[in-house]
């Protein structure tokens, strides 16, 4: 757990709904860093492996490279699900572990973790809820899990399939008002022989379930809070 959820809104409605107020009392929409929105695409099933929003400061150093303005305390991130450490040698698709998750009671003695943790990338992953499977009899029963105020009406939604992609922004997206927030830790993989593109890649941090949502799963994504406008 978290190993399914849904982000069916396009890069600029990401935006709105991350809308602050910054230090000089503006409302703000964070801009995307780095071009990019151009790697995430939303869909329905957002599978790990898969690149999705992440919000992170506007103080790390890649991001001041890139040219952030000083309006922008937060800045949008299209980053991959499951974290390859940047001590990884050789082809990142190759790293064995597939790090979608990490226990937030064990992650700080995890070597995948710990260059991440220390060096303080600290991010919150968007979407508009998560799929979890309550084992039942016989077989599974899903759940969606999402905040209640954004739930969209049985009119506006169709049953999702593998497929269900919205191209662009032209498209609607039924979740209306804030994004679901996860907590998590991002780190950035470098190819050894400085050849190719950085990868920045995530973990969504997880704790034990508390009733009622014990009842569905034993573990669940820390929230990671936002201040609204």
């Given amino acids: 757990m978290c190993g399914r959820c849904a982000c069916t809104r396009g890069p600029a409605g990401v935006a709105r709904a991350c809308a602050y107020r910054n230090r000089k009392d503006v409302v703000v929409e964070p801009n995307w860093v780095l071009n990019s929105d151009k790697g995430y695409w939303p869909s329905y099933n957002v599978c790990p492996q898969s690149y999705t929003p992440v919000l992170i400061s506007a103080a790390h150093s890649h991001v001041m490279q ?17 974290l390859v450490p940047s001590w990884h040698k050789g082809d990142a698709d190759n790293f064995s572990t597939l790090c979608t998750n990490c226990r937030s009671e064990s992650m700080l003695t995890k070597p995948s973790f710990r260059g991440a943790i220390s060096k303080g990338q600290r991010c919150v992953i968007l979407a508009d809820g998560f799929y979890e499977w309550q084992r039942a009899k016989p077989g599974k029963q899903p759940y969606f899990v999402t905040f209640a105020d954004t739930t969209p009406t049985k009119e506006s939604i169709q049953l999702c399939k593998d497929d269900d992609v919205f191209d662009d922004d032209t498209q609607s997206s039924p979740f209306k008002g804030r994004m679901l927030t996860m907590a998590g830790y991002f780190d950035i993989w470098r190819p050894a022989n400085g050849a190719g593109q950085e990868l920045f890649t995530y973990s ?10 014990s009842e569905i799963h034993d573990r669940l994504p820390v929230s990671g809070m936002l201040n609204e406008p």
Avoid at 204 to 213: G, L, Q, Y
């Fill in 66 to 82: 890139a040219g952030c303005s000083d309006s922008n305390e937060r800045v949008l991130q299209s980053m991959k699900w499951g």
């Fill in 204 to 213: 969504i941090i997880t704790v034990e379930s508390k009733p009622p949502f």
